[in-house]
């Protein structure tokens, strides 16, 4: 995508503050986080209290974007704060991402860096490095916080086993060092990266793992509200709740399907781009059309194309069509209710001089389609109840929405009506049985 957090837009109307959408913002809040910033504080709590020759190891694991390193960074950041302002004994904390350093040479370079010692790239072995940079720290009295980020790469190129042999065993290798050390490492895949390592390093790294597991919809809801009501960085009368369901629905994970990405950093970039979009088609708020615009153009791997919409049976692409149709409609909402979608499949039926299924098999085949990522499917607020009753419908399926969230529109109505036609034609020319 051509667009980026550094473009500049004259006259913002959605956008307040490009910045604290970035990877690299810390946010004023981290909710559904309380649980591994406590437990980080309180394995780390003795280094950060002063305490000399110990060393705290804490793992964080889990996939991409589930806040590993907001949460280490933030919490880094507040011991540093309070260290500076003398709530807190001298503490360095230096977080080293290990895509930018990634031997054991230039990580202890970027230490030193942040130390404050100025280290010339080369003159040193990499033990000659350690003993200097460590003992600088600790003759200035500080303690010390590493967080290691993507600790995979380290661990996958061979130099990893080494640095986090020394990192783990500090006060063994180096018995004159007397300063504390806590230590941060962050994996994306941690059973397969540990893989990588000696059995010793991870005997010595694996004492305590703090899990980050993916966020579920509302979770992700919750996380883009906040950046838009705590940290400001959209203004807040430029989003509806329905956008941020629609983007939280998308990435979401799901648990008892074990689908989704529960990725917030997809869904801040989801949220991010959209508002570029709508400002840049001089809007004040941002549609679900310009949601459905910056998933197709593919901050979403993109698993539907035409061919999948082709292999679909006749009455899915009719109720595929419907729920287009409807959401053509009304524009400025992003789920619709099962009745209404039944009522608008049965005249698209008509149309298509087709007889329509009955509504269990209407209800199925809503969610095979959701289950093929077609469609996203919810049961519906309480606020729109006085909509689900257009027809009275049983079991769980009363007050269920449905939504498109991945595709635009007008692209999928026009593949659908072409496809629906294309299948007729062969139908009447006795190439295709009817599948019904
Ligand atoms: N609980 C949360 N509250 C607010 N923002 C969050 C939260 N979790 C993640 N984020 C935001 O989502 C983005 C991705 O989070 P982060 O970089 O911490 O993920 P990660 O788990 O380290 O991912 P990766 O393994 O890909 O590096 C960041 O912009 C971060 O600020």
Redesign the pocket.
């Known amino acids: 995508m051509s667009m980026s957090f550094n473009g500049y837009f004259n006259g913002r109307r959605i956008i307040l503050d490009e910045r604290k959408l970035s990877?690299e913002?810390?946010?004023v809040?981290?909710?559904?986080?309380r649980t591994q910033i406590e437990e980080t504080l309180s394995i780390l709590q003795d280094v950060y209290r002063g305490q000399k020759k110990i060393l705290r190891t804490v793992i964080y694991s889990?996939?991409?974007?589930?806040?590993?390193?907001?949460?280490a960074r933030s919490i880094g950041k507040e011991i540093k704060e309070k260290s500076d302002q003398g709530k807190m004994p001298p503490i360095l904390v230096s977080y080293i991402n290990a895509h930018e350093y990634r031997t054991k040479f230039q990580v202890l370079r970027k230490l030193g860096n942040d130390s404050g010692l100025d280290i010339p790239r080369r003159g040193f072995s990499s033990e000659e490095l350690t003993q200097y940079v460590l003992n600088f720290i600790d003759r200035r009295g500080h303690n010390l916080i590493i967080i290691l980020?993507?600790a995979d790469i380290i661990a996958k190129l061979g130099d990893g086993n080494d640095l986090l042999y020394v990192f783990s065993r500090l006060n063994e290798i180096l018995p004159e060092i007397r300063m504390g050390v806590g230590l941060i490492v962050?994996f994306?895949q941690l059973e397969e990266s540990l893989e990588y390592l000696d059995k010793a390093v991870v005997s010595s790294l694996s004492a305590r793992v703090v899990r980050?597991d993916p966020y579920t919809s509302s979770q992700l809801e919750d996380?883009l509200w906040?950046?838009i009501q705590a940290d400001k960085a959209i203004k807040e009368e430029a989003v509806s709740e329905e956008i941020i369901s629609m983007i939280a629905d998308t990435v979401g994970y799901v648990p008892e399907t074990k689908t989704g990405l529960g990725d917030?950093?997809i869904s801040?970039k989801i949220l991010y781009y959209a508002a570029l979009k709508a400002e840049e088609e001089g809007k004040d708020v941002i549609l679900p059309e310009h949601v459905r615009y910056v998933m197709n153009k593919g901050v979403l791997p993109s698993y539907i194309d035409e061919e999948m919409i082709e292999k679909l049976s006749l009455h899915e692409k009719l109720i595929l069509l419907a729920v287009t149709e409807l959401l053509l409609a009304e524009k400025e909402k992003a789920y619709v209710n099962m009745g209404t979608v039944v009522l608008q499949y049965e005249d698209v039926c008509n149309r298509f001089g087709e007889k329509p299924l009955k509504y269990t098999r209407v209800w199925e085949t809503v969610q095979m389609l959701k289950k093929l990522g077609f469609i996203d499917a919810r049961i519906g607020r309480s606020t729109y109840r006085g909509k689900t009753t257009l027809i009275s419908i049983p079991n769980a399926s009363e007050n269920s929405e449905v939504g498109i969230n991945r595709i635009p529109l007008s692209v999928l109505e026009k593949i659908l009506r072409d496809s629906i036609s294309r299948e007729l034609n062969a139908r009447q020319r006795g190439e295709k049985p009817p599948q019904e």
Do not use: M, Q, W
């Not at 889990?62 to 949460?71: D, E, F, H, N, W």
């Open positions: 990877n913002y810390v946010p809040k981290l909710p559904h986080r889990g996939p991409s974007g589930t806040g590993k390193t907001a949460v980020d993507e962050i994306r980050f996380i906040s950046r917030a950093r801040l």
